[in-house]
């Protein structure tokens, strides 16, 4: 039985030494391959797949936490009027110091850029991917083809485990490697403004200091004035420190299932029952003698490392999202300017020595401020990566229908063979033998024939 014309098989090595019968098939260079969904045909020619992919990014909007500033009021601007103190002067020298009312600043909020990852390639081992004109007798020696038993057929040998089969360059040869299943984003770093922000009225701390009354005759009285000032700081608008988000790395495998990625080595053309190769035609065109392997429909094939994945492993998917560290910009330190309100004061005499009789003195006065820097800060939050859009990350790929070599029919009973005639034993030895041992005998099977 002779190979068909179009069925496909990958070639490991150059383009120079594709064997005699088998012309390259140019559709599956440079891409990997997709079993076609249930019932469709092969398509080689849609581009599908992209060489990298994206993500986007909702806003995020860190919270400040409230913040407050320290101040100190200098020496008065102003001072004590003395219309009611003949012979007295007034003297003001004191301060104050609080602290500010507190005040939350609103930062703005702010979606990070995605850069698109490197490359959207998996796991791969390049081949040329050839196709029979319908002469050859079987696969060539060192080709691969596929299996879905861990029972390997004679001088099969499993090739290629956890990888993937992706097309040469154009004219290129098979052999090279490469690629990855995982991958990762890079972010440019952002910064969140932020909007003006003030705090309002607040009382300072009493006095330090009194105002002391002096006559002209150096006698000194005490002066009790306690008082305080409201004080606000004018808007300020803060500047954060910029930030970068660091994307952590994720999976992009497609949906894929395992098989047997097989080569027969050096020994020859073979083509072993139930072997799987590729179709690049219609369904209804599929050659006589194989039929639809319908298990890979919609599947990307990834070879099988070891017994008991073929056929029954599956995994990747059409989406996937990432992880992403927390954002928390760095504010440095801000200040303000204030507001202090006239304090009037009547200034109440303690002490009276001395001629005269002073009863009091009314103190207006306002005083300049000393604000102290505060360094605010943000609160950590959560940065969300959306996950792609279904299949964008998926590598250039074609879809092909996988085909799988019918098991010969049995022939007929062979009756010059009987039980007896092999040596075995059964009730009735002259029964016919068992129709498998009689295709082997039929293939040359030394151990079948009578001694």
């Given at each position: ?389 279904a299949e964008s990350a998926y590598p250039p790929y074609v879809r092909v229908i996988f085909i799988q070599l019918a098991p010969a029919t049995p022939p007929p009973a062979i ?37």
């Amino acid at each position: 039985m002779s190979v068909p014309n179009g069925v496909i098989v990958a070639w490991p090595s150059t383009a120079a030494s594709i064997p005699s019968g088998w012309t390259r098939e140019t559709g599956m260079d440079a891409k990997y391959f997709q079993g076609s969904p249930t019932g469709a045909d092969a398509d080689l020619v849609t581009s599908r797949g992209a060489a990298t992919h994206t993500h986007t990014s909702p806003s995020h909007t860190p919270v400040q936490n409230a913040h407050t500033h320290g101040y100190t009021l200098g020496n008065p601007v102003g001072g004590v009027s003395t219309a009611a103190l003949t012979e007295v002067v007034a003297s003001t020298t004191h301060t104050h110091s609080g602290t500010s009312a507190s005040a939350t600043a609103t930062n703005n909020g702010i979606a990070i850029t995605v850069n698109a990852n490197s490359s959207n390639d998996l796991v791969f081992k390049e081949v040329i991917f050839i196709k029979s004109d319908g002469t050859p007798l079987g696969i060539p020696a060192n080709a691969y083809a596929f299996f879905a038993s861990d029972i390997l057929p004679s001088g099969w040998t499993r090739a290629q485990g956890n990888t993937y089969l992706k097309g040469a360059a154009v004219a290129g040869n098979g052999g090279g490697t490469g690629g990855s299943n995982t991958h990762t984003h890079t972010s440019p770093a952002h910064t969140h403004t932020q909007n003006a922000h003030t705090h309002g009225a607040a009382l300072s701390g009493d006095n330090i200091g009194n105002i002391t009354l002096t006559n002209n005759l150096s006698i000194v009285f005490a002066a009790d004035d306690p008082h305080q000032h409201s004080v606000s700081l004018n808007a300020t608008t803060a500047t954060n420190n910029s930030v970068t988000t660091t994307i952590n790395s994720s999976n992009h495998e497609p949906i894929h299932k395992k098989l047997n990625v097989l080569t027969n080595g050096t020994g020859g053309e073979s083509l072993p029952e139930q072997i799987i190769a590729l179709w690049g035609g219609s369904n209804a065109s599929i050659p006589s003698g194989w039929s639809r392997f319908t298990s890979m429909d919609g599947y990307f094939l990834k070879g099988a490392n070891a017994d008991g994945e073929s056929n029954v492993t599956t995994g990747g998917a059409a989406t996937h999202t990432h992880t992403a560290s927390n954002c928390q910009p760095i504010q440095p330190r801000h200040l303000h300017t204030a507001s202090i309100d006239v304090a009037s004061v009547i200034v109440e005499v303690l002490d009276v020595s001395g001629p005269g009789d002073p009863t009091g003195a009314s103190d207006t006065h306002t005083h300049t401020a000393i604000v102290s820097f505060t360094i605010a800060t943000n609160q950590a939050t959560t940065v969300t990566i959306n996950a792609n859009t279904a299949e964008s990350a998926y590598p250039p790929y074609v879809r092909v229908i996988f085909i799988q070599l019918a098991p010969a029919t049995p022939p007929p009973a062979i009756s010059g063979y009987t039980s007896y005639d092999l040596g075995l034993t059964f009730a009735d030895i002259g029964a016919p033998v068992l129709p498998e041992i009689e295709a082997a005998i039929r293939r040359g099977d030394q151990r079948y024939i009578p001694r």
